[in-house]
């Protein structure tokens, strides 16, 4: 079955740039997601279709998808950033999510 | 506004069963693909089921085929999940979420979830 691959954890400076990298076999092949999720709260789609911003997210989240490895990219990173985000893959009618890693906001 | 309510949740032994209903509103919802995920006491996100639209293709995770039933009824805006021998492992919080039209099979949004127990 497919995987995708997260860190468990990443940490970034406030105004620093955070990036979250999520692996799976020819990931660049396939659409991938970002959802962020605080404690206590449901996710929040942050990125769709690789690279696209949903309507009232920040332009500092950004995302890349190539080859093995999709990126999630927070530029001046904020400490309400601090959160657990998830990837997430579509592969032969299986929605496939990654581990998740939690940023930290030091 | 967007708006899933899901509701069903509670604590059932195992082997028992129980059936999740997510109501929606704020859009067509006989319009959208629909989606059951869950997540586990401080663990991931984990993907459980899709329908489609008319409900005549439905997805399933591996470990919940032939167990969980998922359902809906476009008259009454009501997305279901039918658990049944229930297990330890199935014990989460369940959300209801929309499956966008972005074509990839993201969720855009999700409910504010039900926690299941299994627990004897």
């Given amino acids: 079955s497919y995987e995708l691959t997260q860190p468990p954890s990443v940490s970034a400076s406030p ?24 404690p206590g709260q449901s996710p929040v789609l ?7 911003r949903p309507s009232g997210i920040p332009e500092r989240f950004s995302g890349s998808n190539s080859g093995n490895t ?3 990219t927070i530029g001046g990173t904020q400490a309400m950033d601090e959160a657990d985000y998830y990837c997430q893959a579509w592969d032969s009618n299986t929605v496939i999510f ?8 030091l | 506004e967007v708006q899933l309510v899901e509701s069903g949740g509670g604590l059932v032994q195992p082997g028992g069963s129980l059936r999740l ?3 929606a509103s704020g859009f067509s919802f006989s319009s959208y693909w629909m989606s059951w ?23 399933y995770m591996d470990s919940v085929k032939g167990r969980f039933t998922i359902s ?4 009454k805006n009501s997305l279901y999940l039918q658990m049944n021998s229930l297990r330890a492992e199935d014990t989460a919080v369940y959300y209801c979420a929309r499956v966008s039209i972005y074509g990839d099979y993201s969720f855009d949004y999700w409910g504010q979830g039900t926690l299941v127990t299994v627990s004897s």
């Fill in chain 1, 70 to 72: 999709a990126t999630l």
């Fill in chain 1, 15 to 38: 105004g620093q740039t955070a990036s979250i990298a999520c692996s799976g076999d020819e990931l660049g092949g396939k659409f991938a997601s970002w959802y962020q999720q605080k």
């Fill in chain 1, 46 to 52: 942050v990125i769709y279709q690789d690279h696209k």
């Fill in chain 2, 21 to 23: 209903s997510c109501t």
């Fill in chain 2, 72 to 75: 809906r009824d476009n008259a």
């Fill in chain 1, 98 to 105: 990654g581990g998740g890693t939690k940023l930290t906001v």
């Fill in chain 2, 37 to 59: 995920v869950r997540q586990a006491p401080g663990k991931g996100l984990e993907w459980v089921a899709n329908i489609k639209q008319d409900g005549s293709v439905k997805w």
